[in-house]
């Protein structure tokens, strides 16, 4: 089976967050939602059950969970049992339900920075101490763990690692030693692991993603995973994600810190959930060779095109990272400037924390031709740039 991830959709036509925040003449590579039609069995589920016309309360059924076990043994060697999924409305809320679960106000949570927003505001969120532990960045502009800041950064009253594997924005998929080491120290200092891996089928050749929770008994007793397929499938509107916890006690303390807060997952989200996980491999199969092809095309344009713009190969993701700090941009702001000058619409990388200042994230799940002219248009904007310098 083939599909055309080529084909032309007006996304302007249906109002929607990525194409509606900028004028039209703005390409947007900004948030990390994919152009592409959700897989044909997603659909053909939907209206499915948009013809039977009812929408009543949805009760838990017991099928999710078995197609999710079965998915995390096919794919990591993970064995959990049913009873260890939690269906939940989105993957931020489960942090953040997470990060109550385990820790107080005034507490410590600790991150590897730069990192996604809303993680980085989940300490804040409930009045907790951001415990950051900046990443260092390799001349090859690769990210890796500075285990002495990573060590140092925990303090006596820090309760959870909130860890972003495959990472955003940096694109790291992090090794099964990278993370028996994270687990190692967390563990040593009685640190909870809450695991954000909502990227984790989207990792691109010689990469595997590890759960971290799946590294041995120890580990799974002391994490909390969410997963989902908003980003895989590219449903993000659908508000639909698991959470996996193996121990019981833990699971009974995250359901009890959800209240009636986030309790109820949307129906058509199960939905979708549920025949993407069950039937969307072969469209899966198709849109990551897509997808590391552009990323290919993205990294060989930045180092022959854009001059002071520098990026590694993001492992995992569809989402680039690019260092613009040498590009002596105005204000050293390349957010504004390729929006501005560009019309050219990324993500700001001081909204990643202070590392990311200097940065911008760019979001490449989209058609070739879109990700070419809007390459084109940042290199014409650097050139008129450096032109009038």
Request: aromatic letters at 8%.
């Amino acid at each position: 089976m083939s599909f055309d991830f080529d084909r032309v959709i007006d996304r302007r036509a249906v109002p929607g967050s990525k194409w509606s925040r900028y004028p039209p003449d703005v390409l947007p590579l900004w948030v990390a939602d994919m152009d592409f039609a959700a897989p044909p069995p997603v659909i053909r589920a939907l209206r499915e059950r948009v013809e039977h016309g009812v929408f009543g309360y949805r009760v838990p059924d017991t099928e999710l969970a078995e197609v999710v076990v079965e998915r995390l043994w096919k794919r990591y060697g993970w064995r959990v049992e049913p009873e260890a999924i939690l269906s939940l409305p989105g993957v931020i809320s489960g942090f953040n339900v997470a990060a109550r679960t385990v820790a107080s106000p005034g507490e410590g949570i600790l991150e590897l920075l730069p990192v996604y927003p809303p993680i980085l505001r989940c300490p804040r969120n409930m009045g907790a101490r951001l415990d950051a532990a900046p990443m260092t960045r390799a001349r090859d502009a690769r990210y890796q763990v500075d285990w002495e800041a990573f060590s140092r950064a925990i303090q006596p009253s820090t309760r959870m690692f909130l860890l972003c594997n495959p990472h955003n924005p940096v694109g790291r998929v992090y090794t099964r030693e990278e993370l028996a080491r994270m687990a190692e120290i967390c563990l040593s200092r009685g640190l909870t692991i809450c695991a954000d891996e909502i990227h984790c089928e989207l990792t691109y050749s010689g990469q595997q993603h590890v759960p971290i929770a799946s590294l041995g008994p120890d580990v799974a007793a002391r994490t909390i995973t969410f997963m989902a397929p908003s980003k895989t499938f590219n449903l993000p509107g659908l508000k639909a994600s698991v959470g996996i916890i193996p121990d019981p006690r833990l699971r009974v303390r995250f359901v009890q810190a959800q209240a009636d807060l986030v309790r109820a997952i949307n129906l058509l989200g199960a939905t979708a959930m549920l025949a993407a996980y069950r039937d969307g491999q072969p469209w899966l199969d198709d849109l990551l060779p897509y997808l590391e092809a552009n990323r290919d095309f993205l990294v060989e344009y930045v180092r022959k095109q854009l001059p002071g713009v520098t990026v590694a190969a993001p492992e995992g993701t569809y989402l680039a990272w690019l260092d613009c700090r040498e590009a002596t941009l105005p204000d050293a702001d390349p957010f504004t400037f390729f929006l501005e000058r560009a019309r050219v619409a990324l993500n700001d990388g001081a909204a990643f924390g202070e590392p990311g200042r200097g940065f911008v994230r760019l979001n490449f799940g989209c058609r070739r031709s879109i990700l070419a002219e809007a390459l084109d248009r940042m290199r014409r904007a650097l050139a008129e740039r450096h032109a009038g310098s």
